[in-house]
């Protein structure tokens, strides 16, 4: 049982570790790419608020989920039905 309860751990926080990502690619969906710079800047200070002693590694890695997305992904989402943010 102690398998599964480091399982759910790391699922807890790798949810809070890209966040600020999942939230930045939620808005630059709806607004189909518009403010894509804001969008941008306000993750990378969500990500280092929340990043504490790793605040700059978190910002990093977030911003380099981010591009990814948008490069690799973005051209093909004509949009999304709900984005589960919130939800378990």
């Known amino acids: 049982m102690q ?3 480091l399982i759910e751990e790391g699922k807890t926080f790798a949810f809070r570790y ?3 990502m999942r939230e930045a690619v939620v808005q630059l969906c ?6 894509r710079d804001a969008i ?3 993750m990378v ?6 990043g ?5 590694k978190i ?8 591009e990814i997305f948008e490069a690799d992904f973005f051209p093909r989402v004509a949009k999304y039905r709900q984005h589960f943010l919130r939800q378990k």
């Open 3 to 5: 398998s599964l309860a």
């Open 18 to 20: 890209y966040l600020p």
């Open 30 to 35: 709806a607004s189909h790419g518009r403010g």
């Open 40 to 42: 941008f800047g306000e």
């Open 45 to 50: 200070a969500k990500a280092q608020a929340a």
């Open 52 to 56: 504490g002693a790793r605040a700059r």
């Open 59 to 66: 910002a990093k890695d977030n911003s380099a989920a981010f």
